[in-house]
């Protein structure tokens, strides 16, 4: 994994967000279209700032997490390749993305690569009724669905269920070595250090509202 690369790439994003505030506007305009479930600070505009860059920050570590928790289970041959893909979002980006420049570009090859672990988890959670990682972003990635637009997140969402589809499949969590990793799942340690692990969107005050019942 070469997260030192994307780290230099996210550090040049935002130095291209100081020097021209092309995100900060874009928000700007944004900010009266957003669908209303989405609950933010009186900070609205700030809040949705900090939210982008630290959704994009993430994404490093989060591969990182991702890549050393599948080498634990005995299947990085399986999900490596998987995440290769995510670090491809940005270090070479679809044809779709491959014009934009700065944190606004960042926010959907971030969001690709979210996605595409957050595809991962769900499959985790079927086969060790545990996610391959503890963090939950499942609010982030409606959140940034909703800035990104609804048309143009649905074409990346589906760029990540085709390339998972790809490399994933039942075989990969047949192995001896998955069946040994999953005899460590009960630890309570392991709930415990998982548990630590908060809600980013809630952590940084965007949230989506969940509608009252009846």
Known sequence: MNTAALREQIQRAHQHEASTGQLKEQLEHMLPRLHPSISLPEDAKGALIRFVGAYID????LLEAANSVAREAGIESQIRPVLRIAEQYFIQPPVMLASHTGLD???????????LVEEVNDLYIKHFSQPLIPLDMTMANLIAHQ???????????????????????EESFALESVESYRAQLSSPDTGAAWSRWPCLSRQLGVDIATPAGP
């Open 147 to 169: 800035l990104i637009g609804e048309q143009f997140a649905n074409q990346l969402d589906e760029a990540v269920h085709h390339s998972v589809d790809q490399m994933l499949d």
């Open 105 to 115: 570009c960042l926010l959907d090859e971030a969001y690709l690569a979210h996605r």
């Open 58 to 61: 993430q994404v490093p570590d």
